[in-house]
């Protein structure tokens, strides 16, 4: 694959003066399509062999297009605040919004690259992170982001050539640093890893192009044209699909209902037993986040449930046995503009605490799969693939040392129906009930079905759910706090 591109294409001056300034115009006038489009967004990921001009080549993209509508991000050493959360926390936080383009420097890639060749992971560990790479620029493009992955190539001849000449000149001498040439050292040992990573990583939704470094001006042009073709691409018009299935998809092999119906919402606890029961277990709660193991770990809690089942005041029973530097609530609601601008995960990878921290959802990603489902918001297809990427983006959580502790809170049609109308009766409880709330209760039994399928598709060895008996505040209460408690003991 890298072979290919050793073959010495060579620009000549004038070919590039003419062919230049019609890709430039090209591009700008692309750019602003897509800019008004909606759609995309487009990210180029430039990558490949120290000195063979991947800045070079972002400077001369920012410098052909709009540079409002263009951000260009070099990913170095992971900063105090990107090292307290999960590896790729830091690429989600900079993903460009629909109708932009962004350009990362080596991103994912890089790291990968670095750790194994400095040793710090295996044959096992490597082949884990590439399936890794896979599933999830796989979801960026189902998403609809446009990715375009540059290798910038030079043989190692080339390499020694190009880096002496930078040194030579006082110019440029300052972009020649000791990691360049540490880098140049280890050619034929990188080799076969940049095989191996750019065969295991092109697939049909994100392949590589590998493109020879060594004349500037082949670069540039061969970079640019794949870019304007790619836009075009994504402004073309496309087939309309209905975001509704004429039938719905295959039941599960089990009447997976029976995890909802079959709960015993009959569990009671005196409220001189939720007295004593509350203080113990905020107590333990309380050690257990001040303890100098959770320093390196984060707590997620994910609070879903049925409409009045009390997530609210369960949520408050747990906030109150924290430190109120230690944690942020984020209450989930309809996305807003910034939020459909970006992939769908985009809104919650953003809030994922760092070390030592606790972040509290009320409602959650889980929305796909229930609300987006049952009110026909999403397509079929999104919402069935969106269990795998629930899945895939826990298990990147959990393995960076983050418990993850999911509630669903059930209570039954009547209970519910009761709170609702006391909700209405009293003055400062009218704004927790809405039209939607009554409205939905006409969906409960597709509520019901979506509820059961997420918990049989998404509760894992790892990431499995809590299904909470609300109907009685003071039992479900216990049950949240000693749930959470028990986790962070198996935890620490």
């Known amino acids: 694959m890298l072979e290919s591109a050793e073959i010495g294409h060579r620009i000549t001056k004038s070919v590039y003066a003419r062919e230049e300034p019609k890709l430039r115009e090209a591009l700008l006038n692309s750019q602003f399509d897509l800019s008004q489009s909606g759609r995309g967004p487009v990210l180029i990921l ?81 082949h884990a992170r590439l399936q890794s790479i896979r599933q999830h ?9 446009v ?71 082949y670069r ?22 209905p975001r509704r299935a004429s039938t719905p998809p295959a039941p599960s092999v089990i009447d997976n209902v029976k995890l909802i119906r079959d709960l015993d919402l009959s569990q009671r606890l005196t409220a001189d037993e939720y007295s004593a029961a509350l203080e113990k277990y905020q107590g333990r709660l309380a050690r257990l986040t001040r303890h100098k193991r959770f320093a390196k770990h984060s707590l997620v809690l994910v609070f879903e449930g049925v409409d009045a ?30 939020e459909r601008a970006h992939p769908y995960l985009w809104r919650f990878w953003k809030h994922v605490p760092p070390k030592g921290g606790i972040t509290i959802f009320d409602r959650s990603w889980y929305g796909r799969v229930l609300v987006e489902r049952v009110e026909e918001l999403s397509a079929v297809s999104d919402w069935l693939r969106a269990y795998v990427e629930i899945n895939q983006f826990e298990e990147q959580l959990i393995g960076d040392g983050v418990v993850i502790v999911k509630f669903w809170l059930q209570i039954s049609e009547k209970e519910q129906l009761k709170r ?40 894992t060895e790892i990431s499995r759910w809590t299904l909470v008996e609300a109907e009685d505040k003071y039992f479900a209460r216990i049950k949240v706090l000693k749930t959470i408690v028990d986790r962070l003991k198996d935890a620490l």
């Open 46 to 126: 430039i990558s490949g062999v120290e000195g063979g001009g991947r800045g070079e080549t972002a400077n001369k993209l920012t410098e052909w297009m709009d540079p409002r509508h263009i951000h260009v991000l070099a990913f170095g050493a992971r900063t105090c605040d990107e090292a307290a959360r999960p590896a790729p926390w830091r690429y989600w936080k900079a993903l460009p919004p629909k109708g932009r383009l962004g350009v990362f420097m080596n991103a994912w890639y890089n790291e990968v690259m670095a750790e194994h060749l400095r040793g710090a992971s295996g044959d096992v560990e490597l």
């Open 137 to 145: 620029e796989r979801m960026l493009s189902d998403e609809g982001l």
């Open 147 to 217: 990715l375009l992955k540059f290798w910038i190539h030079l043989s190692r001849a080339e390499q020694e050539k190009r880096l002496k000449a930078l040194d030579r000149d006082p110019r440029t001498s300052w972009r020649v640093t000791r990691a360049d040439w540490e880098a140049y050292r280890l050619y034929n040992r990188s080799h076969a890893l940049w095989e191996h990573l750019l065969r295991e990583t092109s697939t049909a939704e994100a392949p590589w192009y590998v493109v020879e470094g060594t004349d500037e001006r």
């Open 220 to 241: 540039n042009l061969t970079v640019g044209r794949i870019l304007l073709k790619a836009m075009r691409s994504t402004l073309a018009p496309k087939p309309a699909s």
């Open 309 to 338: 089942a009390g997530k609210g005041g369960a949520i408050r029973r747990v906030t109150g046995a924290l430190d109120a530097r230690q944690y942020v609530t984020v209450p989930i609601a309809a996305p807003s503009e910034e």
């Open 420 to 459: 609702f109308k006391a909700r209405e009766r009293t003055s400062f409880k009218r704004f927790k009930i809405t039209p939607e709330d009554w409205r939905n209760r006409g969906k409960w039994r597709s509520y019901e079905r979506a509820v059961s399928d997420m918990v049989d598709r998404t509760s």
